[in-house]
């Protein structure tokens, strides 16, 4: 049973043996892990294990040398980059990455860029406004000149806008205030209601061990610990590693 | 006018009066007195003068705009634009008068044949500038900085060789087709239609520009792949395609440039455009490099101040010290406002 209450479907992402290197450094030695239709999974580890690394040969920024990568039951190891978020995978990147010079409305706009579906995309719009009241405030403010919470928000919605089937959110919380914070992880939850797979990786364990269903460890480029996310809290190594306890 | 613009640069950059603040101020009083006393000692002279800086200006537009593209998306000087420019004024020759027999004196027959070669010009040097980068800098992608740059002055030296191999190593000359009669002569200020045209066929092609970025798809790729490529590569955006295009609209506007350079000055030779390449980076760099109604700003302030300088009587440096002024700009905008007139801060400084 899964913590939205749902039974998780078949695996929509399957990472295999996956090997990367960013440039003569081998990142990722032999990564594999599934994401179940619905789920949310999470992904955790310490700085350069290999979390962001894993999310760019994803997306295809980082091609891997070795393995397989397969989603919605196609392999998309070798697709290009600008073609991954038609297949259905959209990110909210680590750091954010808005384009600093648009407008929030023109970043949502850039999410829909391979969509040509004038009316829904508008729709979707209204959808993230009502998701990130703040955001609708903000509409024609330059992203760079916003908050840092606020420009994660404007990152999340920039994802949704290409309606993704699987969304990768690499440290959705990084730098942000306590309070927004939870309503991130509130809102994570809520669009994975509305059935969007999610791989999350995040450094704030405990807050993503609650949202997730399921969770990786990544050390130095391995998964060393596969569970599901409850078994992972009590986890003596977890407790003591990412939950900051003795 | 270029005066009230760089005053409250300078003033800007230093809060407290500085020994160089006060210096620029000094300078550009002066500068602002010398034009008020040409203004009065002989207005018609300086109306024409004016009027042929914004026709100067208008071609390095153009110009000044393919190298803002290029930098904005790219971050790479292409000093082979220049060049590209000079290779369209070639095209204009052998397009108008050998394909199309074009010479002086034929009549409403003038139009159709110099709208053909000004497409066919766009077109050639925007496939030659999109197969320079195809060619010369995308497999240069990852590397340091330092090397597009060094391959861009390669680049530029085997087009003016291309040039020199065509056409020779003299001046060509185009045929002189645009009329010379006044569009209005008031108080001896005289403007001709060889100038007024060149004017005209410049400001369509900014407001297409301006339109292509800001509201098509094309320019919305263009302008997310400037800002952040991973982040463009994510949304969908194929960012070697939208480089390949920025170069192939960056080299049409250079082709326009030529071809209106060459039918108005009515010569083209092969290294015209290593000088006049540079002037108009000068320019874009003034505007701040990477803004795109910077270029078209620069550009007309650099017109001016050449026109000024090469035009006006009294007490004016002349042409021989064109280029020192010109690259004295360029050396001082680098040094206090290397963002330019209108561009945004950057942690690269521009």
Not at chain 1, 150 to 155: L, N, S, T
Request: with cysteine; charged share 15%.
């Amino acid at each position: 049973m899964s913590a939205n209450g749902r039974s998780p479907g078949a695996p929509i992402l399957e990472v295999g043996d996956v090997h990367t290197y960013y440039g003569s450094i081998h990142a990722l030695k032999g990564v594999s892990l599934t994401v179940n239709d619905g789920e949310i999974v999470t992904l955790l580890g310490a700085n350069g294990a290999g979390k962001t690394t894993t999310l760019r040969s994803i997306n295809g920024l980082n091609r891997p040398r070795q393995g397989s990568i397969r989603f919605d039951g196609r392999d998309i190891t070798t697709v290009p980059a600008h073609e991954i978020v038609r297949r259905g995978i959209a990110q909210s990147p680590e750091g954010r990455r808005l384009f600093p010079r648009m407008t929030v409305t023109e970043n949502l706009e850039m999410g829909a860029f391979q969509r040509h579906d004038r009316s829904e995309i508008r729709e979707d719009m209204e959808r993230v406004f009502e998701l990130f009241p703040r955001l609708q405030e903000r509409r024609s403010q330059k992203a760079g000149t916003m908050s840092g919470g606020e420009q994660q928000m404007c990152a999340i919605g920039r994802a949704l806008m290409a309606r993704p089937k699987l969304l990768l959110l690499d440290e959705p919380s990084l730098g942000l205030a306590p309070i927004f914070v939870e309503r991130i992880f509130d809102i994570i939850r809520q669009i994975n209601e509305q059935g969007t797979s999610i791989l999350l990786v995040e450094q704030n364990a405990l807050m993503a061990l609650d949202a997730a269903d399921r969770g990786y460890v990544l050390e130095t480029g391995r998964i060393v610990l596969a569970d599901d996310a409850a078994s992972l809290k009590t986890n003596e190594e977890v407790r003591k590693t990412y939950l900051g306890e003795t | 006018m270029a005066a009230d613009v760089s005053a409250p640069t300078l003033g800007a950059r230093f809060k407290r009066p500085s020994v160089i603040g006060l210096l620029g101020l000094l300078f550009v009083a002066a500068l602002v007195f010398w034009l008020i006393v040409n203004l009065i000692k002989t207005p018609s002279d300086f109306g024409d003068v004016f009027l042929i800086g914004i026709t100067n200006g208008s071609v390095y537009a153009l110009i000044a705009l393919g190298y803002t593209l290029v930098y904005g998306i790219l971050e790479l000087i292409n000093f082979a634009h220049g060049d590209v420019f000079m290779l369209a004024g070639m095209f204009t020759i052998t397009f108008s008068t050998h394909f199309f027999g074009l010479h002086q004196g034929q009549g409403w027959v003038t139009v159709p044949i110099v709208f053909a070669t000004l497409l066919l010009a766009m077109l050639a040097c925007g496939s030659i500038n999109a197969a320079i980068e195809f060619v010369a800098y995308r497999p240069l992608r990852g590397a340091p900085r330092l090397a597009p740059l060094i391959t861009a002055i390669g680049v530029s030296f085997i087009i003016q060789d291309i040039g020199l191999a065509w056409k020779g190593p003299n001046y060509v000359t185009a045929p002189d087709v645009f009329p010379h009669s006044n569009v209005f002569s008031a108080g001896g200020v005289d403007y001709s239609w060889n100038k007024l045209i060149v004017v005209l066929v410049t400001i369509p092609v900014l407001l297409a520009l301006l339109w292509l970025v800001q509201e098509t798809r094309q320019g919305k790729a263009m302008r997310a792949t400037a800002q952040d490529k991973d982040a463009a590569a994510i949304m969908g955006i194929n960012v070697n395609r939208t480089i390949s295009f920025t170069f192939l609209i960056a080299g049409a506007l250079a082709g326009a440039a030529g071809t209106l350079y060459s039918l108005w000055a009515t010569t083209v030779r092969f290294d015209q455009g290593f000088q006049l390449g540079l002037i108009a980076f000068t320019a874009a760099v003034l505007g701040g490099i990477g803004n795109l109604p910077g270029a078209v700003l620069g550009a007309v302030l650099i017109g001016l101040i050449q026109a000024f300088n090469e035009g006006l009587n009294w007490h004016a440096p002349g042409s021989d010290w064109t280029q020192s002024i010109v690259f004295s700009i360029l050396i001082l905008i680098l040094v206090f406002r290397p963002e330019g007139l209108l561009g945004e801060k950057t942690p690269e400084g521009g």
